[in-house]
């Protein structure tokens, strides 16, 4: 599975976190705006975290998310 994202600003890595219903998680970090998961579990559902690292932490405001089935994707989004 293939995720990406757009940049944030000031970021300098980024951790995608695949969480598993059935209790497996995948791990992958990256200094790119793409990550992808060649270890998860046929079955289950996923819920996908990217976490923007640089010197000053915070809080992303307003996010939204939807699943797009037909492209067997989500959209995640949030105020800059």
């Known amino acids: 599975v293939a995720v990406s994202w757009e940049p944030s ?14 209790g497996y998680a995948s791990t992958c970090t990256s200094n790119e705006t793409t990550c992808v998961f060649s ?3 046929c079955g289950l559902n996923y819920s996908i975290t990217v976490v923007a690292s640089d010197e000053t932490p915070c809080v992303p405001q307003n996010v939204t998310a939807q699943m ?13």
């Open 9 to 22: 600003k000031g970021a300098r890595s980024y951790t995608t976190v695949a969480q598993g219903n059935g």
């Open 39 to 41: 270890d998860l579990l």
């Open 68 to 80: 797009v089935c037909s492209d067997d994707a989500g959209i995640v989004s949030w105020e800059e």
